[in-house]
Structures are given as structure tokens and as C-alpha cells.
């Protein structure tokens, strides 16, 4: 089955700062996928995804790239803000019966003021 | 717009006892339906999915079990629990078929002494 690696699994930046968190999967065929933040005591919450027929895709201070040669894709959050601190979880997914994701372990972005 | 529901929003229970958590989704019909438990600082374990009413698969073989039995409404259970069953508890829903979205509900967090 499909393995999704995230890392750092912790990121301290500066307010303002940019952070740059990576995923990596195992099976080629994985074409979607999510990103969701999660604030403490919440569930996840869909940010920004992008499908296996695109390189990178933006919305606002988050946009996503992929990688699908070298099975990598990256969250980048740039002029970080105290809210933006949370757990950030990526995820893969071929779309089989039952759409199952894999998820990655997470990443805790702590901004700092 | 769709609305997805979880209760309790935390549970204290005793080992050996039974458990029901309940999930709800609003303003969709024909949801693929899917349990999570995410155990404390950890990622998201896919538990069960569900496909349609009465039509339960299991991804993780342990004393919990799930039953959809509306179209909405999916149901997960213990007869008797462990403490390895803490932890929070995350329903989730797509609109069915293939290449669609996951949105969490807001979680149940079971604490099992």
C-alpha cells in the first residue's frame, strides 16, 4: 500500500517568515492530494489540494507543488501569521474503492510574534 | 452548504465498558462515510469506511466496530473497551465516487481509564 513520510515533524518560525513543510509517497499511482490543518481540539481542515495533472497551485499566502517523477510535494505558507500555527497533515491517494487517503504524521507549525 | 456532526465532544469511560460514538452529515446524500482515530501527537489511523448503508469495511482488525444504518448516520462501537482506545476520534465524508474530498467533523476525545 501507499506510505506517505512528512517532515519536520515540529517548524518554529518568525511571524512573517516563510515555512516549507514536505511529503513524500511510495506509489506512483497516487494522483491527489490534500493538505488540512488541524487547530488542537479540532478535526482537520482541508486547505489546499492539487491533482497529478499539476506542477503547483496557489491560493493566497499557500500554494502546493509536486514533484511527480521524484514523488515529493511541499506546503509552502509564506508572511507567516500567529494563526497559521497548527498541525499540518498531508495525505495520497489513488482514489481506489473507498477513496482511502494516507495520511502523513504531521507537521506542528508553531509561529512565533 | 454540507455540515458534518460528532457527539460526544469528549467521553471519559471505564475499561471494560461499551461505547457508541455517532456521526451525521447534513445536506448531502449517498456519502462515502470513514472513522479516524488519532492517537496524541500521532497521525490519522483509517479505522472503517463506509460505501453505502450496511456496507462497513474495516481497514484495522481490533474490539471496535462501525454500522451505517441511514444513509447519513454512521455509528462507531465497542462491547467492552480497552485502554488502548483512548484518543480522538474523527468521522469523515466524501461525495461518493472517485477523485473527491475528505471533510473531517469536529471529533470525539475518548479517554478510557
Known amino acids: 500500500g501507499e506510505n506517505v513520510e512528512q517532515h519536520p515533524s515540529t517548524l518554529s518560525v518568525q511571524e512573517g517568515d516563510s515555512a516549507v513543510i514536505k511529503c513524500t509517497y511510495s506509489?506512483?499511482?497516487?494522483?491527489?492530494f490534500p493538505w488540512y490543518k488541524q487547530e488542537l481540539g479540532k478535526g482537520p481542515q482541508l486547505i489546499i489540494d492539487?491533482?497529478?495533472?499539476?506542477g503547483e497551485k496557489k491560493d493566497q499566502r499557500i500554494a502546493v507543488t509536486l514533484n511527480k517523477t521524484a514523488k515529493h510535494f511541499s506546503l509552502h505558507i509564506t508572511e507567516t501569521q500567529p494563526e497559521d500555527s497548527a498541525v499540518y497533515f498531508c495525505?495520497?491517494?489513488?482514489?481506489?474503492?473507498?477513496?482511502?487517503?494516507?495520511f502523513g504524521t504531521g507537521t506542528s507549525l508553531t509561529v512565533i510574534p | 452548504s454540507q455540515t458534518i456532526h460528532q457527539w460526544p465532544a469528549t467521553l471519559v469511560q471505564p475499561v471494560g465498558s461499551p461505547l457508541s460514538l455517532e456521526c451525521t452529515v447534513e445536506?448531502?446524500?449517498?456519502?462515502?462515510l470513514y472513522w479516524y482515530r488519532q492517537a496524541a501527537g500521532r497521525g490519522l489511523q483509517l479505522l472503517f469506511y463506509?460505501?453505502?448503508?450496511?456496507?462497513i469495511s474495516s481497514e484495522v482488525p481490533q474490539n471496535l466496530s462501525a454500522s451505517r444504518p441511514q444513509d447519513r448516520q454512521f455509528i462507531l462501537s465497542s462491547k467492552k473497551l480497552l485502554l488502548s482506545d483512548s484518543g480522538f476520534y474523527l468521522c469523515?465524508?466524501?461525495?461518493?465516487?472517485?477523485?473527491?474530498?475528505?471533510?473531517f467533523g469536529p471529533g470525539t476525545r475518548l479517554l478510557v481509564l
Open positions: 492539487i491533482r497529478s495533472n499539476v
Open positions: 506509489d506512483s499511482a497516487s494522483n491527489y
Open positions: 445536506g448531502t446524500s449517498n456519502p462515502n
Open positions: 463506509s460505501v453505502g448503508i450496511g456496507q
Open positions: 469523515a465524508w466524501d461525495r461518493g465516487g472517485f477523485q473527491e474530498t475528505q471533510y
Open positions: 495525505a495520497a491517494t489513488t482514489f481506489a474503492t473507498g477513496n482511502q487517503f494516507y
